[in-house]
C-alpha cells in the first residue's frame, strides 16, 4: 500500500511539474541563469500594426526594467493578437510589482495604449494578476469576436470593390469618408437616453445596423485606412475619438462623427470641416471635445 501511495505521489509531482514547467523555465531564466530568450513574443496574427509613433513602441524582449518598459509590454501583447501573455519581474526591478499595480489600475494609460492597435486587436476588458514570485499575467478580452470580424472584413472588401484601383490615394479615402457618412446615423438614443439598440460604440454598428457613436465612425474608418495600408490611429480627448493618419509625410485629423451632423430636418449631409485637416486648424474650429493630450499623440502636437 506504501508503494502505491509513493507511487501516486511522483506520479502528481510529475504531473504538477509538466503543468508548471513553462512557468518554472521562466523562473529560472529571470532568476537564475537570466536567458533572455525565454521572453520573445514573437507571436503576430493577421491585425498586428507596424507602428512609427513616439509614444509607444513594439518590444519582443519581454524583460522589464521600468514603468516605460511595462507599457511597451502591455501595449505589444494587444498588438500582436495574444490575449493572455504571462512574464516574470526581474529580481533588480524592486518595484516591479507596484507598477504593475499602478498601471494596470490607470485607464487613461490603457485606453490610450488601445487606441494605436488594430480595432480588432482592441480590448473590452484587460485584466492583468500577479503572484508572490512576481509572475505577471496580462488577459484582454477582444471588443470584436471572430463572427464580427469576419463579417466586417467581408464588409470591408465588398465596400472596397466599389473603388477603381487606379484611382489616388486621397480620392479613396474620400469614398471610403463618404460612404460611411452616407450609411451610417449618429446613435442619439444611446448618447441622449442610454437606449442600448444598436453596437453603435464598434464599427459593427456602422457598417452593419447603420447607426454609430464617434467610437464606430472611427473604428470604420480605422478599418478602411488599414485596409488601404495607411498609418493610422484613433486619438481621444476626454469625451470623444476620432482618426489621426499619416500621408505625405504629414499627420491629419479625420472626424467622421462632426462630418455627419445631425440636422433638424432629418437630411442627410455630408460635411468636411474636419477632414484631413491639421492640429492647427482643428484647434481653430473646436479647442473643447478636440482638445487632446500632445503627450500620448505626440506627432499632432501643435
Request: hydrophobic share 35%.
Amino acid at each position: 500500500m506504501k508503494f502505491i501511495y509513493k507511487a501516486l505521489l511522483v506520479l502528481t509531482l510529475i504531473g504538477i511539474l509538466y503543468v508548471t514547467k513553462e512557468d518554472i523555465i521562466k523562473w529560472l531564466a529571470t532568476h537564475v541563469i537570466k536567458n533572455e530568450e525565454i521572453f520573445i513574443l514573437s507571436s503576430k496574427n493577421d491585425y498586428t500594426k507596424e507602428n512609427h509613433v513616439n509614444y509607444i513602441k513594439q518590444v519582443n524582449q519581454i524583460i522589464p526594467m521600468n514603468m516605460n518598459d511595462l507599457k511597451n509590454i502591455y501595449y505589444s501583447i494587444l498588438n500582436s493578437g495574444e490575449k493572455s501573455y504571462s512574464f516574470y519581474c526581474p529580481r533588480e526591478y524592486t518595484s516591479c510589482i507596484d507598477d504593475v499595480k499602478t498601471l494596470a489600475n490607470d485607464q487613461i494609460v490603457l485606453s490610450n495604449l488601445n487606441n494605436f492597435v488594430h480595432p480588432f486587436n482592441s480590448f473590452k476588458n484587460i485584466e492583468t494578476e500577479y503572484d508572490s514570485f512576481n509572475k505577471v499575467t496580462i488577459t484582454y478580452y477582444p471588443v470584436y469576436q471572430e463572427s464580427d470580424k469576419a463579417t466586417l472584413t467581408n464588409k470591408v472588401l465588398e465596400i472596397a470593390n466599389g473603388i477603381d484601383e487606379e484611382s489616388p490615394l486621397l480620392d479613396k479615402i474620400k469614398f471610403f469618408h463618404d460612404y460611411i457618412i452616407k450609411h451610417t446615423k449618429y446613435d442619439s438614443n444611446r448618447s441622449d437616453s442610454s437606449l442600448v439598440t444598436y453596437q453603435s460604440d464598434t464599427a459593427y454598428g456602422a457598417l452593419i445596423e447603420g447607426y454609430a457613436l464617434c467610437g464606430g465612425y472611427t473604428d470604420s474608418m480605422a478599418l478602411f485606412l488599414d485596409h488601404l495600408g495607411v498609418e493610422n490611429y484613433k486619438i481621444a480627448s476626454e469625451n470623444h475619438v476620432w482618426n489621426a493618419l499619416y500621408i505625405d509625410n504629414t499627420w491629419y485629423h479625420l472626424d467622421l462623427t462632426w462630418d455627419d451632423p445631425i440636422t433638424t430636418d432629418g437630411t442627410d449631409i455630408i460635411e468636411y470641416n474636419f477632414y484631413l485637416i491639421t492640429t492647427d486648424e482643428l484647434m481653430e474650429l473646436d479647442s473643447t471635445q478636440h482638445r487632446f493630450n500632445e503627450e500620448v499623440y505626440q506627432e499632432l502636437k501643435q
